[in-house]
């Protein structure tokens, strides 16, 4: 009853918004992942992004000019790994904060607050349970440039993680099984550590071995913005997380080539 009011609501919503398909086309266009869908799933990609902006505000952090092409661009990327989930998986957090570059966080004690954040003092995206998701816009436009980097990816991978209550790398799993999660993701894990002691080249950034919540995180990122890095390395990862995402972005990539 309560979805489909609120789906009635939000229809009569977003015709009001009128933002045009070619307004929409020219805020991806710099980001090559949006290529990949096509057709329906295109019609169904700015529909959800659109619906993004519904239901979530923008905030200026220190007073950086928002426009509606960063909104556009912001909430393309965030609806990908929902495209098959549903938007509701991001319902319970109001805020995405917006700064032009890298910040630094006005928090003392993070870990009492349920909070992720990234290495180092300066921060180029964050996150945090049932607040606000803050984002670097320089961060953001260097998705698609720096092979398998997408700071959005990976802070709504991370509010998907903590859907179940703390960030511990396994979002709600629904029809998975979760000890084969688990253990595919364990594997994997010790795979990359194995690699980085040894100096090989590694398939994610290191950054992941922070933590089984980091991990799921990178590895998202990778997973949509270069999948054939994770398919080569991780074939058993790369299924999990297609299973759970529901989407396959190796074929996608393959059909458009
Ligand atoms: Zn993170």
């Given at each position: ?96 904060v917006l700064y032009e570059g890298a910040f630094i966080p006005n928090h003392q ?139 396959d972005p190796l074929a996608m990539a393959r059909r458009l080539a």
């Amino acid at each position: 009853m309560f979805n489909g009011l609120r789906r009635w609501r939000e229809n009569r919503r977003l015709a009001a918004l009128a933002v045009p398909p070619e307004q929409w086309e020219a805020a991806v266009a710099g980001w090559p992942v949006a290529a990949r869908y096509q057709g329906e799933e295109r019609t169904a990609l700015r529909e959800m992004a659109l619906r993004f902006l519904l239901r979530k505000g923008f905030a200026s952090g220190a007073g950086f000019h928002i426009t509606d092409e960063m909104r556009l661009k912001i909430a393309t990327m965030a609806a990908v790994p929902v495209l098959k989930l549903g938007l509701n998986w991001y319902d319970g957090w109001y805020t995405v904060v917006l700064y032009e570059g890298a910040f630094i966080p006005n928090h003392q004690q993070p870990d009492e607050f349920g909070l992720v954040h990234e290495q180092g003092e300066v921060l180029s995206g964050e996150a945090w349970e049932q607040g606000p998701v803050i984002l670097s816009w320089e961060d953001v436009c260097a998705a698609g440039t720096e092979e398998g980097y997408n700071v959005v990816l990976h802070e709504m991978a991370h509010k998907l993680d903590m859907r179940d209550g703390g960030v511990n790398g396994a979002p709600p799993l629904g029809d998975l099984d979760a000890v084969r999660w688990h253990a595919v993701f364990t594997e994997a894990w010790e795979d990359l550590a194995a690699r980085e002691r040894n100096g090989e080249p590694l398939p994610i950034d290191g950054y992941a071995l922070e933590d089984p919540g980091e991990f799921f995180a990178v590895a998202t990122e990778v997973f949509f913005e270069v999948p054939e890095r994770i398919h080569a390395a991780w074939p058993a990862l790369y299924q999990q997380l297609s299973a759970f995402y529901r989407q396959d972005p190796l074929a996608m990539a393959r059909r458009l080539a």
